[in-house]
């Protein structure tokens, strides 16, 4: 058994991205071979030099909305809310999981700026209530259809960045298109997947004009990411629940591939979390198509089934995803003692990546780790 604490590191502060590369492709990209141990340096626009028509990248394809909104109570006194995961939704409104700052009780209300919201008459203003208190988080109920809401939420929320990013330019329509992947299609996610920021259109047909398999899945990103791993979590093994999808035809097609002896490069934690949650119950090396909730937590000692590269950003000491690609990196499908992430592979690569400055966090470098 291993501790948050072994998944330490020391990061210079200047070295946090607080804005993408420009264009997305020139962002670098540290290339770790985990049987060799070496490392290479290039950047992402050298990704259809580093892939063959053999490889198939597995993409996640979850739309950020902009989840941040700021209310008040009637009584007074403000509130944020971070919307989470839709939980239901009737013709009169919906339910979401949320982080509510102070946190609601039961029954209490928040109403929004109505100027700023949908101009349809026939709708109401949009007002939340507090319906059910879930330990830390809150089930609040949204007086409007599911339609309305999101034009609600376009108009008044904010998008959700990580507060380690000092945000300097304040224009939101500039941040709506920087922090979303340009393949961006199924609304609904609480944050990034940030491995995805790299592409261009142009990075994308480069890849499919040398052969390279593009296929997507979907996982809206939610809780697991705003909140530190607590070591009740590792000992379940189960980290926050998320939403996702594989459907048939793309399950079919990455079987096929896979069962071709092609090799399937997730990018990204958030699909290594989907494809191997497709996988854990299949002896043959499948995958099967589903749509439901996942709160797989892969760490040190978890046998991969289905992944067999990864790209990846470089991510937050005792994070959840610092401890997936450490199990990816330690001779994934075998049985080995962890190594103190300071002394293993994937933290070398991390000192590595410290030395030359590369840039850190969601809108920073990235890892292709084969």
């Not at 992947?181 to 996610?189: L, P």
């Not at 002896?261 to 099967?288: F, H, M, P, S, Y």
């Amino acid at each position: 058994m291993f501790s948050i604490d072994q998944f330490d590191y020391q990061l210079p502060p200047e070295l946090i991205a607080n804005a993408p590369a420009s264009p997305r492709d020139s962002s670098r990209l540290l290339v770790v071979d985990k049987q060799t141990g070496q490392l290479q340096h290039k950047h992402f626009f050298d990704l259809p030099a580093l892939l063959t028509s053999n490889h198939v990248l597995v993409r996640n394809n979850t739309k950020v909305i902009p989840a941040r909104i700021f209310g008040r109570k009637p009584t007074g006194g403000a509130c944020e809310i971070l919307l989470l995961h839709q939980e239901s939704f009737t013709p009169t409104g919906v339910r979401w999981e949320c982080l509510t700052k102070p946190g609601l009780k039961v029954g209490q209300v928040i109403e929004f700026p109505e100027q700023n919201q949908n101009h349809n008459s026939s709708t109401s203003p949009l007002r939340a209530t507090c319906v059910e208190q879930t330990g830390f988080t809150r089930i609040i109920e949204f007086n409007q259809n599911r339609t309305d809401f999101y034009i609600s939420l376009v108009a008044i929320g904010h998008t959700p960045i990580p507060p380690y990013i000092k945000w300097a330019d304040k224009d939101e329509t500039k941040l709506r298109q920087l922090y979303q992947t340009t393949y961006a299609k199924v609304t609904g996610s609480a944050a990034a997947p940030t491995a995805g920021l790299h592409f261009t259109p142009e990075l994308d047909d480069k890849l499919r004009n040398q052969g390279v398999q593009i296929e997507e899945v979907t996982l809206h990103v939610g809780l697991g990411t705003f909140l530190p791993v607590q070591e009740e979590q590792i000992k379940a093994g189960e980290l926050h629940h998320e939403w996702f999808e594989v459907n048939s035809e793309t399950a079919s097609r990455l079987n096929e591939a896979k069962q071709a002896g092609k090799i399937i490069v997730a990018v990204g934690t958030t699909t290594t979390r989907t494809l191997e949650t497709c996988a854990k119950n299949n002896q043959d090396g499948t995958i099967t198509a589903q749509t439901g909730q996942t709160s797989l937590f892969i760490q040190p000692g978890y046998k991969y089934r289905f992944v067999d590269e990864l790209i990846t950003n470089f991510h937050l000491p005792k994070s959840s995803l610092l401890m997936l690609i450490s199990a990816f990196v330690s001779k994934p499908n075998t049985e080995v003692e962890f190594v103190d992430f300071p002394h293993s592979l994937v933290g070398k690569a991390y000192q590595e990546a410290i030395k030359e400055k590369y840039r850190f966090f969601s809108f920073g470098d990235a890892m292709l780790i084969k």
